[in-house]
């Protein structure tokens, strides 16, 4: 059982350019190497669909950074955001995030659903809470109004809050870059699915 932080190493993809830099994090050390594996496979796969979206593999190819940020690294919850920019010409370049959240005893990839309980109007209370934020911020909306989120919406979890998040030009002009929403675990209690990586995180708290 995987209770404790992970060990996470950081290794740079080998590459000609010195203009295309890959960096992507490696679990190891852990008590279970299958369950090591498989998050490791799962972070390279994705890694990988994010390259060919952001033309690693295209002779274009101007320049290209690769990296990562471990957003959550406790109780058994790893969460992390795979960050890729590229730029192959024009007035600027385009990044994309794909965060990954498991759950480390296990293994198991958590999608957003799988936060709360079934049933749940998770979208509309998510939806609800960043309509207010759009709002009191004040966020320069693409297609006013906003109406709601995707029920695969990206997202990652921080210590205590849920972070929702939107790709650039999602919601927002370019300017704007990334909209991201942290939401208190807290306000969600009421939803959360009992046992999930959200009612462990704020048993915490």
């Given at each position: 059982m995987q209770d404790f932080p992970l060990l996470i190493q950081t290794k740079k993809l080998p590459h000609a350019s010195s203009k295309v830099k890959v960096y992507y994090p490696v679990i190891t050390q852990m008590?279970?190497?299958?369950i090591q594996r498989k998050?490791?496979?799962?972070?390279?796969?994705t890694?990988?669909?994010l390259l060919v979206e952001q033309n690693f593999y295209a002779k274009e190819l101007v320049e290209l950074l690769a990296s990562f940020e471990i957003k959550n690294n406790q109780r058994g919850i790893l969460s992390l955001n795979?960050?890729?920019y590229s730029f192959t010409g024009g007035a600027h370049g385009m990044t994309i995030i794909k965060s990954l959240t498991f759950d480390t005893k296990t293994?198991?990839?958590y999608e957003l659903n799988d936060l709360f309980k079934p049933g749940s109007d998770y979208v509309k209370k998510l939806s609800d809470i960043i309509r207010?934020?759009?709002k009191k911020w004040d966020v320069q909306l693409l297609y006013p109004p906003f109406k709601e989120i995707r029920p695969d919406q990206d997202f990652y979890i921080a210590d205590t809050?849920?972070?929702i998040y939107f790709q650039l030009y999602?919601?927002?002009p370019y300017v704007w870059g990334f909209p991201y929403f942290p939401i208190p675990i807290l306000d969600l209690a009421d939803i959360i699915q009992p046992q999930g990586p959200l009612d462990r995180m704020m048993s915490f708290t």
């Amino acid at each position: 059982m995987q209770d404790f932080p992970l060990l996470i190493q950081t290794k740079k993809l080998p590459h000609a350019s010195s203009k295309v830099k890959v960096y992507y994090p490696v679990i190891t050390q852990m008590g279970d190497a299958i369950i090591q594996r498989k998050l490791n496979s799962t972070i390279i796969h994705t890694l990988n669909e994010l390259l060919v979206e952001q033309n690693f593999y295209a002779k274009e190819l101007v320049e290209l950074l690769a990296s990562f940020e471990i957003k959550n690294n406790q109780r058994g919850i790893l969460s992390l955001n795979l960050i890729v920019y590229s730029f192959t010409g024009g007035a600027h370049g385009m990044t994309i995030i794909k965060s990954l959240t498991f759950d480390t005893k296990t293994g198991k990839q958590y999608e957003l659903n799988d936060l709360f309980k079934p049933g749940s109007d998770y979208v509309k209370k998510l939806s609800d809470i960043i309509r207010e934020d759009i709002k009191k911020w004040d966020v320069q909306l693409l297609y006013p109004p906003f109406k709601e989120i995707r029920p695969d919406q990206d997202f990652y979890i921080a210590d205590t809050s849920l972070v929702i998040y939107f790709q650039l030009y999602e919601i927002t002009p370019y300017v704007w870059g990334f909209p991201y929403f942290p939401i208190p675990i807290l306000d969600l209690a009421d939803i959360i699915q009992p046992q999930g990586p959200l009612d462990r995180m704020m048993s915490f708290t």
